[in-house]
């Protein structure tokens, strides 16, 4: 595997997302640390997102676009950045979420200082047009494969790993909850997902996405814990019941 020391290789998916993508690309320019590239893969957007992404790629070669041969799923688009990523760290990025501008040298100082290779950090909620919601989700120090199953305190926005250590990963093909299962994957070969509870990641929140009707991804938690880790039906009805419990509650 031929990898870059020292570089973070920024991992988006992206689809119709000309109206954010502008603004979170400015987000990892604005980054105190400078050694990263952006590999943008485009699910065959059909808004001006590859237009508005080759107005930043003509001026910073660090942006990377490339663009799927047909609609395939984030999932798909993620794996095929992963693939081509060159640096010895991955940090995932959606192309509608902001970073804070030290994000990348406080989360890269903490791996190094703690000497571990997996790690997310607590985030905020901002709504469409960029305005705190005034709501912050914590993570936790540690995290193991069943506490992810249980309720994922990880925010896909917020995650790095170092790739010398743990390798490359194919994204399981969901259309969503495809990110905890690439970090369900990635549990079991390193055993946590350590937590840096500094806010780090402005999580936007849109109108009429997949992942705000409720019922409709019951069916991919489903698919998650069936079809791809192959958690008996007892167990499965068990983690779906307690998320629905959450959400009602909305403790999360």
């Not at 991992?11 to 979170?24: H, L, R, S």
């Not at 194919?170 to 299962?181: F, G, H, L, M, T």
């Amino acid at each position: 595997m031929n990898i870059k020391k020292g570089l973070v290789s920024v991992i988006m998916p992206t689809y119709n997302c000309a109206k954010f993508i502008g603004e979170t690309i400015e987000s990892v320019q604005a980054q105190t640390y400078s050694n990263w590239e952006i590999i943008i893969v485009d699910d065959c957007s059909n808004d001006h997102t590859k237009e508005i992404v080759e107005q930043y790629s003509e001026k910073d070669d660090r942006i990377k676009y490339y663009c799927l041969e047909s609609n395939s799923g984030a999932a798909v688009a993620r794996t095929a950045a992963m693939s081509i990523a060159a640096g010895n760290y991955m940090a995932f990025l959606d192309s509608d979420d902001l970073w804070t501008s030290d994000k990348l040298e406080k989360q890269l100082e903490f791996m190094k200082k703690h000497g571990v290779a997996f790690t997310c950090t607590a985030y905020e909620q901002i709504d469409e047009d960029g305005k705190s919601l005034e709501k912050v989700i914590k993570t936790i120090p540690k995290t193991d494969y069943n506490r992810l199953l249980l309720d994922c305190p990880v925010g896909n926005s917020t995650v790095m790993y170092n790739v010398e250590k743990m390798g490359k990963f194919e994204v399981p093909n969901i259309r969503k909850r495809n990110d905890d299962a690439l970090w369900l994957q990635m549990l079991k070969k390193e055993k946590y997902i350590y937590g840096l509870n500094s806010v780090l990641m402005k999580y936007r929140i849109r109108k009429n996405s997949i992942s705000s009707n409720k019922i409709k991804v019951i069916k991919y938690h489903w698919i998650l814990y069936r079809n791809i880790e192959h958690l008996s039906i007892a167990r499965s009805v068990f983690h779906i019941l307690y998320w629905c419990v959450i959400k009602v509650l909305k403790i999360k």
